[in-house]
RNA sequence: GCUACUGUAGCUCAGCCGGUAGAGCAGCUGAUUCGUAAUCAGCAGGUCAGCAGUUCAAGUCUGCUCAGUAGCUCCA
C-alpha cells in the first residue's frame, strides 16, 4: 500500500497504480470532475498519473495556476479538435495554455479570420456537451510518427523525442489525438463558458524568417459568471487606456504625418514638465550634473561606438556636406565625447552625468502601440563614470533612486537579469564580471529579480525594471547597464592616486526609461485622474452665474499667486454643465460659488477625494491644496 | 516587417442590392442668469484616408499605397 498524505495533513492509503484523480474522487463527490488538476508532493501532475510511491497529494481548482493550466490547455485541444471536424485540411502546431487562456496554432488556407470564431465555437461547444472522456496514452517515436503522418509541424516535434529514444505521451479525446504531455482535464465537460477572443497570425516557433501560422487566441472559464467577469475586466480596462484619454484629456496627438512620433499638447507638455521638474529635483540630490548633447552626429562616432555594426537597421541616417551622418538612437556615444572634452582625475568619481535626450529608433511599423512604442522618445539616461570599486555602490544608489521615483506613484514593479546576448562585444571575462556586479547589488540590496538569459544589450548586461500597469501588463521602464565597453572604445581615462592613467568602468541607466512610455503607463495607472501636482488644471471655479464672476476672477487671482493651476468656467452655460464638464476632464477640485460664497468668502469644494470637499474659507483651501502639491501626495 | 481586420465632420457613429452624404456631442450666433454630471433655438462643418481601375453612375465593387487596431517578431 502507499501512503498518502492530503493537503490537510491526514494519511490514506492506496493501492499503487491508483490514480491521483481516484485519490481526488475518493475525498468528496464531484471533485473529480471539476475543472481541477492534482500536485503530488507539489508538482503539478496529470489527474490520471498513477501514485507509485509515499507521497502527499494536493488537488488544485481552477483557482490556482495547475488548474488554470489545465482547464486551458483542455481547453486549447477542444478548439483544436474543432478545427479538425470543421476544417480536415488544417496543419496542426502547438497549443499551449497561456496566462489569461489559452491559443493554438494552425497552418490553413487562407488563414482564419474574425468571421470564422463563431463556427469554431459553436463546434467547440458541442464537444463539450459531449463530455468527452480525455485519455493519456504512451506510444513509441515510430508508432507516433505513423499517427502524424499527415502533420508536418508534429513530425517536427517528434523529432527531437525519438533522437532521445524518449516514450511518447500522447492525448485522446473522440477522434481527436494529440502529442501533449499534459495535464488535462478528466474529460471535455467543464469547460462550460469559453470564447474564442481573437484569430492572428504567429510565427512557427516565434522565428520571423519562419513561416506564418495562423493563431486564434481563447478564453474559458468552469462558470458563464466568471467568463463575464473577465469580458467586464478587459472593458474596463479600455476605458483606462492611454491612446483614448490622451485625446479625450487632449495630452498628445499621433498623427498621420508623424507615425509613432507623438505631438504633446498643452495639458500634456504641463505633465510632462513636473515630471521633468520632480527628476531634476531628485538627481540633484544624487549628486547628477545635466548635460545635452546633438542629436546628429558624424558616422564616424557611430562606427567607433559599435552601434553601425549593432544597431545600424534602426537608425536614421542622412548626409551633410556629402558626410554621412546619423540621428542618435542612444545617448552614450555623445556622453562619453562629453567625458574626454577634460581630463580627470580619481578624485572627481564617481561622476554622474545625467543627460534627457531625445533619441529616434527606426521601430518596425507593427511595433508602434500609442506612447508606449514610438519611434522618438526621450530618455532621462545618465552615465556614471566610476573606478571598478565604486561599482557595486553605484548601482545600488541608482536602485535605491529607482524604487524612489517608482514609489512615489504608487507603481509596483519586479526586475529582470538580462545576460549575454549572441550578438556582442567584449570579451566572456568582462561580460562575467560585469554580471556578478549587477548580482551582488541586488543581494546586498537583498532584492528579488528574475534572469532572462541572452537578453542583455550588445555592450553589456542589465538590470531591467519593469512596471505593473493597472491592467497587470508589465512595461519595461528602469534599466541598469553595466559597460566596459564604451570606455574602451572611446579610450577614457582617468589619473589614478598612483599619478597613471587607468579605465574608468560606466553604468548606463535611465529611471523613467522613456519619458513617453512613463506618461502613457501613469495615464493608464490613475486612468486619467492624475494626483494634483501633475494635473493640468488643478482647480475648476465654478461661479453659478454671471452676479459671481467677479468673486471667480479675485479667487482665482489669489490662486494663482501660490502658484496652483486654476481656470475660471465663465462661459454662459448651467452650473451642472460646468460641473460635468470638469468632472469629465477629471480635475481634481471644483469650486462652486454663488450668492452665499460671494457674501461669506468662502467656497464650496467639490473634491476628487471626498475628505477634501465641504464649504471653507479660500485661505483653508489654498494652504491644504499647496501643501498637497508640493508634498506631491498621491 | 508578417497575419487578420479597420479607415465617413474635431469626437462617437448611421448610410440596405452601386443612383451623388446623415445624427448626437463639440464649435459659432442668439435667447436664458440658473446651487453640484448635459437649458432652448438657429447656423456652420465632409476631395467619404490617398491614387488608380470596373461602371452610364463608386462612400459602397477591385487593385495598390498610407495610417490605425489585435497579435507575432522586436523593444525604453
Not at 152 to 171: F, M, N, T, V
Not at 421 to 436: K, L, N, Q, R
Not at 512 to 531: D, N, Q, V
Amino acid at each position: 500500500m502507499i501512503n498518502v498524505t492530503l493537503k490537510d495533513g491526514s494519511v490514506r492509503q492506496y493501492e499503487p497504480g491508483t490514480s491521483v484523480a481516484q485519490v481526488a474522487s475518493s475525498l468528496g463527490a464531484g471533485l473529480a470532475k471539476a475543472a481541477c488538476a492534482g500536485r503530488v508532493d507539489g508538482v503539478a501532475v496529470d489527474l490520471r498519473t498513477p501514485l507509485e510511491v509515499d507521497c502527499a497529494v494536493e488537488i488544485c481548482t481552477f483557482g490556482d495556476p495547475d488548474g488554470r493550466h489545465a482547464f486551458w490547455h483542455t481547453s486549447s485541444h477542444i478548439l483544436a479538435q474543432a478545427v479538425l471536424r470543421l476544417y480536415p485540411q488544417a496543419k496542426f502546431a502547438i497549443g499551449p495554455a497561456v496566462e489569461n487562456g489559452f491559443y493554438y496554432d494552425f497552418d490553413v488556407t487562407p488563414a482564419f479570420t474574425a468571421e470564422d470564431l463563431a463556427g469554431i465555437e459553436e463546434e467547440m461547444k458541442k464537444i463539450v456537451k459531449e463530455a468527452l472522456p480525455i485519455e493519456r496514452f504512451f506510444v513509441n517515436a515510430a508508432e507516433a510518427m505513423e499517427i502524424f503522418k499527415d502533420q508536418p509541424y508534429k513530425q517536427e516535434l517528434l523529432q527531437k523525442h525519438a533522437a532521445a529514444g524518449q516514450r511518447i505521451s500522447l492525448y485522446r479525446q473522440g477522434d481527436f489525438v494529440d502529442l501533449c504531455a499534459g495535464p488535462h482535464l478528466m474529460d471535455t465537460s467543464p469547460v462550460r463558458a469559453l470564447k474564442l477572443t481573437s484569430a492572428t497570425g504567429a510565427y512557427w516557433h516565434g522565428d520571423s524568417n519562419l513561416a506564418m501560422l495562423s493563431r486564434i487566441y481563447g478564453v474559458a472559464y468552469p462558470k458563464q459568471s466568471e467568463l463575464e467577469a473577465y469580458l467586464t475586466m478587459l472593458e474596463e480596462a479600455k476605458k483606462r487606456d492611454h491612446r483614448k484619454l490622451g485625446r479625450e484629456l487632449q495630452l498628445f496627438a499621433l498623427l498621420e504625418e508623424g507615425p509613432g512620433f507623438p505631438f504633446f499638447l498643452p495639458n500634456g507638455m504641463i505633465l510632462k514638465n513636473e515630471l521633468l521638474t520632480y527628476w531634476r529635483e531628485v538627481h540633484k540630490k544624487a549628486e547628477y550634473s545635466e548635460i545635452s548633447t546633438p542629436i546628429l552626429l558624424n558616422q564616424q562616432l557611430w562606427l567607433r561606438s559599435g552601434h553601425w555594426d549593432h544597431y545600424k537597421n534602426n537608425m536614421y541616417t542622412t548626409e551633410i556636406d556629402g558626410e554621412p551622418f546619423a540621428v542618435k538612437p542612444m545617448n552614450c556615444p555623445g556622453g562619453m565625447l562629453v567625458y574626454k572634452t577634460q581630463m580627470h582625475s580619481y578624485r572627481e568619481l564617481p561622476l554622474r552625468m545625467a543627460e534627457l535626450g531625445l533619441v529616434h529608433r527606426h521601430e518596425l511599423s507593427g511595433a508602434l502601440h500609442g506612447l508606449m512604442r514610438v519611434r522618438a522618445f526621450t530618455q532621462d539616461d545618465a552615465h556614471i563614470f566610476m573606478t571598478r570599486e565604486q561599482i557595486i555602490d553605484e548601482i545600488m544608489g541608482v536602485c535605491r533612486l529607482i524604487d524612489e521615483v517608482y514609489s512615489l506613484f504608487g507603481f509596483q514593479y519586479n526586475v529582470e537579469l538580462s545576460t549575454m546576448p549572441g550578438d556582442h562585444m567584449g570579451s566572456d571575462e568582462d561580460w562575467e564580471m560585469a554580471t556578478e556586479a549587477l548580482k551582488k547589488a541586488m543581494e546586498m540590496l537583498d532584492r528579488p529579480y528574475t534572469v532572462n538569459e541572452g537578453d542583455g544589450a550588445f555592450y553589456g548586461p542589465k538590470l531591467d525594471f519593469h512596471l505593473v500597469d493597472a491592467i497587470g501588463r508589465t512595461w519595461q521602464c528602469g534599466t541598469i547597464q553595466l559597460d566596459f565597453q564604451m570606455p574602451e572604445r572611446f579610450d577614457l581615462e582617468y589619473t589614478g592616486e598612483d599619478g597613471a592613467k587607468h579605465r574608468p568602468a560606466m553604468i548606463h541607466r535611465v529611471v523613467y526609461g522613456s519619458i513617453e512610455r512613463f506618461i502613457g503607463i501613469l495615464i493608464e495607472h490613475f486612468a486619467g485622474a492624475f494626483p494634483t501636482w501633475l494635473a493640468p488644471v488643478q482647480v475648476m471655479l465654478v461661479p453659478i452665474s454671471e452676479a459671481h464672476h467677479a468673486y471667480a476672477e479675485e479667487v482665482k487671482q489669489q490662486l494663482e499667486a501660490v502658484g496652483i493651476r486654476v481656470e475660471a468656467d465663465l462661459r454662459n452655460e448651467k452650473m451642472n454643465y460646468k460641473i460635468r464638464e470638469a468632472q469629465l476632464r477629471k480635475i481634481p477640485y471644483m469650486l462652486v460659488m454663488g450668492d452665499k460664497e460671494v457674501l461669506e468668502k468662502t467656497v464650496a469644494v467639490r473634491a476628487r477625494k471626498e475628505e477634501r470637499g465641504g464649504v471653507k474659507s479660500v485661505e483653508d483651501f489654498m494652504a491644504a491644496t499647496v501643501e498637497e502639491i508640493t508634498s506631491r501626495a498621491l
